[in-house]
Nanobody
Framework: QVQLVESGGGLVQPGGSLRLSCAAS????????MRWYRQAPGKQRELVAT???????MYADSVKGRFTISRDNTQNTVYLQMNSLKPEDTAVYYC??????????WGQGTQVTVSS
C-alpha cells in the first residue's frame, strides 16, 4: 500500500515562503488524486488544495493566489508551494492520496509556523 512522508515545514516570518513535499512509496498510481490538508490549533482539519488525476486543481478561498499544488509523477512526489504566508496559515499540514473508489492514504504531517 501507499506510504506518504511530508517534509519542508518549519518556522517562517509573515510574507515568507515554504515548499512542502510529500514523497510516496508503495503501490502508487497516477489515477490517484492528491490533496493537502491542514489543522490549526483548536480548529477542525481543513482541505487546502486538491489536484485530480487530470491535473485540475482546487484551492480553499483562504489560500487562493498564494498556494500552488503540483505533482511529479516520475518521482511520486506532490508539492505545496506556499507564498505570502500569514500567521493564520500556522498549522500541521498533511498530505493525502485519494483513490477513485474513495480510499485515502495519509502522511504523518509537517509543522508550519508563521510568526515574527
Amino acid at each position: 500500500q501507499v506510504q506518504l512522508v511530508e517534509s519542508g515545514g518549519g518556522l517562517v516570518q509573515p510574507g515568507g515562503s515554504l515548499r512542502l513535499s510529500c514523497a510516496a512509496s508503495g503501490s502508487v498510481f497516477s489515477i490517484y488524486s492528491m490533496r493537502w490538508y491542514r489543522q490549526a490549533p483548536g480548529k477542525q482539519r481543513e482541505l487546502v488544495a486538491t489536484m485530480a488525476s487530470d491535473e485540475t486543481t482546487m484551492y480553499a478561498d483562504s489560500v487562493k493566489g498564494r498556494f500552488t499544488i503540483s505533482r511529479d509523477n516520475t518521482q511520486n512526489t506532490v508539492y505545496l508551494q506556499m507564498n505570502s504566508l500569514k500567521p493564520e496559515d500556522t498549522a500541521v499540514y498533511y498530505c493525502n492520496h485519494l483513490t477513485p473508489w474513495g480510499k485515502s492514504f495519509w502522511g504523518q504531517g509537517t509543522q508550519v509556523t508563521v510568526s515574527s
